[in-house]
């Protein structure tokens, strides 16, 4: 198992720089005033794709030799990994294969043919994924890019919490506080670690995770990495289960995980888009009902807070906002 | 009746600037090639209060003597303005009156109330809400700051255009080929005209006009003001009559009418939620609606369009992203 290094965030950096846009960090007083800290927000929704997914895929497709490039690439994805690395792979003219699971929303899929990769539908679940794709990799000869093991995705999604730790001044007077990012597979929560460590080393790492199903607060509970769940959660970015490196780095790195339910989520999504205007998707509201469940631990703080995605399926809306009958 | 110029305007962003955000200008690939024009958004829902409103009611109220302020504000508004004149109230330390109509989407009327301001609910209709506004008016001595024809919230409201013609450059070699904004009372369309005529005279203007009870495009056909109409319209913040100070800007400045109906503007606000992941209100959709309609007559043109606003009522979401039953 390679493990990244925050030389590897750095690389990272320069490497996507032609690519990816250097998202804007935006502030919200009623948002500051209901937690009680001030929170910088890291706007990932407005990059590529509508994620900071694009950061990793890109680093990942950019760091092949030509040779490796020549023969494409291929991942499983729940839907913004795998658009995320078929821009990527635009970016660089080669060929792209993305296995989707049959219920990823419809918005994410439109996105991962648009940019010209050939996608191939699976059933749910993990297992089934990652069958589907060593298939599709041994009859294409396509390099794999795992969402959130392979190191040069956990390295690239770093850079999203470098520019924010330096955005918000390492060096200053005060460095951030706490970082908070939202867990899935744990490739940004990993990066985010990485990038941390080196430039705010005080500055402490949560991750905020879907209750159903919290593999990765179990795995760093009991010290020892529990595969296998498959969460049902209305966060669809966040279904898949915490990968091997990911699982090291976190709790090499002490990263504490802080579980929301699905209600604290919506919650949060609604103050989001109604305080910020800003179009998150469920998976980036978890970082800010996750603040608001543990507001005494964040009382008076400078904390970052990464907005993983926009790419909400506005077809799911009427469900999302129902209200309860009465 | 008076009608104010640019001067009022340059005048009005000197007062508003202690107290308004200068608001970004955002770019989308997707949609400038949708439309086929390069499109230059100026986001007023990231203004206070979440709308441009408050660049109007900022002005007016801090245009008042200390006399006249010491007596207080009151106002009539379907929702954006009244919470804007409650902000701009506040920022001064002076009383504010709102009238509003009781269909006012829930969430403006909770920021009307959370800034400080006194609500009175009357029954829906222009009628309807002057005559309460009188009473209120009669029964407290506060002065009157009308949502739309008041030359102070006018020449506020011009501001917005002021800074997006600035910001893409009026002595450039190619300054904005068109302006392009919501019309309801005519607030936000009169002070653009006078600072497009006064920045970029070739620059045409364009208002965007729900069809459902097209007021205003009815009153420049026929080369009179035509009021009384009750839009029944998604955009609720257009639901206003065109006034007679506005109507004779307009006629003045030749700004020309598009209409759009409701479904264009859903699929607008669709557009402009997915690619930019920036929560508008239906109203401010109307303009994107109106873009896609005369493609056209925008072809490879420069074009600064306003988004008005982002207050959105998510308890109505359902019903606007209902699916049309099979």
């Not at 996507?16 to 502030?27: D, E, G």
């Not at 005033?33 to 900071?52: N, P, S």
């Not at 190191?151 to 706490?178: F, K, S």
């Amino acid at each position: 198992m390679t493990l990244p290094t925050y030389a590897d965030v750095l690389a990272a950096a320069a490497r996507i720089a032609p690519h990816a846009h250097v998202t804007p960090v935006l502030r919200s007083r009623t948002l500051d005033a209901m937690v009680g800290a001030e929170l910088h927000f890291k706007c990932e929704h407005l990059q590529r794709i509508g994620a900071f997914k694009f950061r990793g895929a890109c680093n990942a497709v950019w760091a092949l030799s030509d040779v490796e490039a020549a023969r494409g690439v291929v991942t499983h994805s729940s839907g913004n990994h795998g658009g995320a690395l078929a821009l990527a792979a635009k970016t660089r003219g080669i060929a792209c294969h993305v296995v989707a699971p049959d219920n990823t929303i419809a918005s994410k899929l439109a996105a991962i043919e648009a940019y010209g990769a050939t996608l191939h539908l699976c059933a749910p679940g993990l297992a089934a994924r990652e069958a589907r794709c060593t298939e599709v990799q041994h009859a294409t000869g396509a390099v794999l890019v795992h969402p959130y093991t392979d190191p040069m995705v956990i390295a690239g999604q770093g850079t999203a919490a470098m520019e924010l730790l330096n955005h918000c001044g390492t060096h200053a007077y005060h460095p951030l506080d706490a970082l908070i990012v939202p867990v899935g597979g744990g490739g940004l929560a990993s990066g985010t670690a990485l990038a941390a460590a080196a430039l705010a080393p005080a500055c402490r790492v949560f991750a905020a995770e879907p209750a159903v199903g919290a593999d990765t607060f179990a795995s760093l509970q009991r010290g020892e990495r529990i595969s296998g769940s498959q969460p049902d959660t209305i966060c669809d970015g966040l279904r898949g289960t915490l990968g091997a490196p990911n699982f090291t780095l976190l709790r090499t790195h002490g990263v504490e995980v802080l579980t929301v339910d699905d209600a604290e989520t919506i919650a949060a999504m609604r103050l989001l888009w109604t305080r910020t205007k800003q179009l998150v998707e469920p998976s980036s509201a978890t970082v800010l009902a996750a603040l608001l469940k543990h507001r005494e631990r964040f009382a008076g703080q400078r904390i970052g807070v990464i907005l993983s995605g926009g790419n909400v399926d506005l077809d799911a809306l009427p469900q999302l906002f129902a209200k309860e009958p009465a």
